[in-house]
């Protein structure tokens, strides 16, 4: 199983940038996948997941109302929206998929990781 993500880069503050996570091995159909990020010396923080099983989403608090997260069965992809960017939205963000159909923001949920991509937002 192989997960890549793609699509981080530098922004400026109230831009957009979509992230896209690809996988193989798995079908995302069946698995629940989350966006996380993380930054030197603090915790990897969940910000969103979808469902496997109906597509449902979850956000946290901080990224509610400007990330979308969505996905493409047929391409096996899922995609982060993440509009009106802030200088704090700037981490290593990295995909998931949890061998569960219900979703989750917590990291020892998650049994296959990609490797992350960059998004700096900044002036």
């Known amino acids: 199983v192989q997960l890549q993500a793609s699509g981080g880069g530098l922004v400026q503050p109230e831009g957009s940038l979509t992230l896209s996570c690809a996988a193989s091995g798995l079908t995302f159909e069946n698995y629940a996948v989350g966006w996380f990020r993380q930054v030197p010396g603090k915790e990897r923080e969940g910000v969103s997941s979808?469902?496997?099983?109906?597509?449902?989403?979850f956000y946290s608090n901080s990224v509610e109302g400007r990330f979308t997260i969505s996905r493409d069965i047929a391409a096996n992809t899922v995609t982060l929206q993440m509009n009106s960017l802030k200088p704090e939205d700037t981490a290593l963000y990295f995909c998931?998929?949890?061998?569960?159909?219900?979703?989750?923001?917590?990291?020892?949920?998650?049994?296959?990781w990609g490797q992350g991509t960059l998004v700096t937002v900044s002036s």
């Open positions: 979808i469902k496997g099983f109906d597509g449902s989403t």
């Open positions: 998931a998929a949890r061998n569960n159909r219900w979703y989750s923001v917590k990291t020892n949920d998650y049994d296959y």
